[in-house]
């Protein structure tokens, strides 16, 4: 069975830092990028930052740029989220996701269940 197992989500201060992880499991994880979402009530999901498995293309939200890195280790099946200098209106449910490719990373494949990043102010 495929399945996408995000973790490491909570409750941190502004400025603070967090990191997810995606475990992978289920497929040929080097046939797949890897995609980090995130959702807040009333507002439709927004892709935060996205890595191709097979040859480490990335890519990252303008909203993100700076503060946080995906980064991958292709042994464990696993894609991470360092996320720093967080900020209050980072707060959402973040999902990690399976695509074919970085451009079809929207319409993705196989979602996970999601962690909650809360940032307070």
């Known amino acids: 069975e495929v399945q996408l197992q995000a973790s490491g989500g909570g409750l941190v201060q502004a400025g603070g830092s967090l990191r997810l992880s995606c475990a992978a499991s289920g497929f040929t994880f080097d046939d797949f990028a890897i995609g980090w979402f995130r959702r807040v009530p009333g507002k439709e999901r927004e892709g935060v930052s996205y890595?191709?498995?097979?040859?480490?293309?990335?890519y990252y939200a303008d909203f993100v740029k700076g503060r946080f890195t995906i980064s991958k280790d292709n042994a464990k099946n696993t894609v991470y989220l360092q996320m720093n200098s967080l900020k209050p209106e980072d707060t959402a449910v973040y999902y990690c996701?399976?695509?074919?490719?970085?451009?079809?990373?929207?319409?993705?494949?196989?979602w996970g269940q999601g962690t909650m990043v809360t940032v307070s102010s």
């Open positions: 996701a399976a695509a074919s490719s970085l451009a079809t990373m929207y319409d993705a494949d196989f």
């Open positions: 890595v191709s498995v097979s040859d480490g293309s990335t």
